[in-house]
């Protein structure tokens, strides 16, 4: 073998190696992978939502 075939070889299983891994970790940490990413953002969105309302109302009833 070429060197510049081995360069390539191990770059490929590098590539591989980093997006596979990739996707174990965030698998294992329960961290939300390909089309629940989107998801994540909207969930949030919602939470906050709920937690503004939730202020929102104790301030309402606080005054009363």
Do not use: D, W
Request: proline share 3%; hydrophobic share 35%; aromatic share 4%.
């Amino acid at each position: 073998m070429q060197p510049i075939e081995i360069i390539v070889l191990i770059s490929a299983i590098l590539i591989v190696g980093v997006v596979f891994g990739s996707y174990l970790y965030k698998k294992l940490k329960h961290i939300p992978t390909g089309e629940c990413e989107g998801c994540k953002h909207k969930n949030t969105k919602k939470m906050l939502n709920q937690v503004r309302k939730e202020i929102e109302e104790e301030r309402i009833c606080n005054c009363k």
